[in-house]
T-cell receptor
Framework: GEDVEQSLFLSVREGDSSVINCTYT??????LYWYKQEPGAGLQLLTY?????DMKQDQRLTVLLNKKDKHLSLRIADTQTGDSAIYFC?????????FGDGTTLTVKP | EPEVTQTPSHQVTQMGQEVILRCVPI?????FYWYRQILGQKVEFLVS????????KSEIFDDQFSVERPDGSNFTLKIRSTKLEDSAMYFC??????????FGNGTRLTVT
């Protein structure tokens, strides 16, 4: 089955860019997602990209997809303290989505 | 923007009791899912449901679990004879064929 991996922790200073990386194993994954989870809260869909795209930009968020290497990244420009959360990468084929372990982003003032 | 709603937000139950977690998916979505997140751990797939039947389930989703769409709007997860290790956040999600999964805010289940 699909396996999705992420680094567990990232710490940046306010105003810097954050880059969160993710790898997946199933080349038939057609949708790649980024979700944000704040403490005690649900899963908020941040952005997503179809497998036939290389890049998607949405305000401060940029998603890059390297389909050959099965590598996905999320860049957050001008990171703010409110961006501190756990970020989950998820890969979906025709059915369910498989989640990574989540990357805890800490933004220091 | 339409959203997935889950009730209750927190459920406390005694070991061995049955619980029903409720979800109202987004109205025009046809695919429904339950996921589980044990505290501090990853989000785990339990089951997907389409066209009034289970389309896929994980190893976690054993005979203790069942899902139902009793009417046109609700989607429920029943856990029979709860165990301590069933304590977790349970997330419902819905989608259409080509959309991302949209999640509810979850139900925190505490089994004592």
């Amino acid at each position: 089955g699909e396996d999705v991996e992420q680094s567990l922790f990232l710490s940046v200073r306010e105003g810097d860019s954050s880059v969160i990386n993710c790898t997946y194993t199933d080349s038939s994954s057609t949708y790649l997602y980024w979700y944000k989870q704040e403490p005690g809260a649900g899963l908020q869909l941040l952005t997503y990209i179809f497998s036939n795209m290389d890049m998607k930009q949405d305000q401060r968020l940029t998603v890059l997809l390297n389909k050959k290497d099965k590598h996905l990244s999320l860049r957050i420009a001008d990171t703010q303290t409110g961006d501190s959360a756990i970020y989950f990468c998820a890969a979906r084929d025709a059915g369910k989505s498989t989640f990574g372990d989540g990357t805890t982003l800490t933004v220091k003032p | 923007e339409p959203e997935v709603t889950q009730t209750p937000s927190h459920q406390v139950t005694q070991m061995g009791q049955e619980v029903i977690l409720r979800c109202v998916p987004i109205s025009n979505h046809l695919y429904f899912y339950w996921y589980r997140q044990i505290l501090g751990q990853k989000v785990e797939f339990l089951v997907s449901f389409y066209n009034n039947e289970i389309s896929e389930k994980s190893e976690i989703f054993d005979d203790q679990f069942s899902v139902e769409r009793p009417d046109g709007s609700n989607f429920t997860l029943k856990i029979r004879s709860t165990k301590l290790e069933d304590s977790a956040m349970y997330f419902c999600a819905s989608s259409d064929r080509n959309s991302p999964l949209h999640f509810g805010n979850g139900t925190r289940l505490t089994v004592t």
